[in-house]
């Protein structure tokens, strides 16, 4: 079975899915091929950060506290400790999905979002930050050079973009997306009982 997942290393919800679905595989035993593809959910962002809550605020109006606190349910939920206040502030996220993007020839793509997801979400730090993705994307086939070419090539970056923008061309409005094979689509962070379903009926 082919999964693919459209996904974005700055968005909570699909931490919490693709660990929803990591765990689903493992209950089920499905074999799977699993792909992430990038989407971004603020594409320009400025390469310091920006203060979460104040752009929230700016966007939708009103406090966002009630929201984070559904988040963090969800993920304690999920086994995640995630804390948002812990995590004050927002990232650009292509330096990030470009190692992605390679890590799926070396196999270890799945290991690496989760790798970066916990970096993010769980210790606060800058994944736009070269020195940070060097550390974090060792232990997962990339040498520091690598991760210095690849970060800083504006061509690279430029691919990365231009899927995310074939993404939402394509008509994904939100993240996490998962297809299945092709034909079954899932959004949003399903319960692990939805993944087990849809599973076993595309593996069916």
Request: with cysteine.
């Amino acid at each position: 079975m082919r999964i693919d997942i459209v996904s974005d290393i700055a968005c909570p919800w699909c931490f919490i899915g693709i660990e929803r679905l990591e765990r689903a595989l493992a209950e089920t035993g499905v074999a799977a091929s699993v792909t992430l593809h990038p989407y971004l959910l603020d594409p320009d962002g400025p390469e310091g950060g920006t203060d979460i809550r104040a752009r929230l605020r700016q966007k939708f109006g009103g406090d966002p506290s009630p929201a984070f606190a559904a988040v963090e349910r969800a993920a304690r939920e999920t086994g995640i400790a995630l804390d948002f206040e812990k995590v004050r502030m927002g990232y650009p996220t292509v330096r990030a999905h470009t190692l992605l993007r390679h890590a799926e020839a070396k196999g270890t793509q799945r290991a690496l979002s989760r790798a970066l997801f916990t970096a993010y979400f769980l210790e606060a730090k800058n994944i736009a930050d070269p020195a940070v993705l060097t550390e974090v994307a060792a232990p997962h086939g990339f040498t520091a050079d690598e991760v210095t070419a690849l970060t800083g090539d504006p061509r690279e970056q430029a691919q990365t973009r231009q899927e995310a923008e074939h993404a939402a061309r394509s008509g994904v409005r939100g993240v996490p997306l998962f297809i299945f094979d092709g034909r079954t689509a899932l959004s949003g962070a399903q319960p692990e009982a939805v993944f087990r379903d849809a599973l076993r009926k595309s593996a069916g």
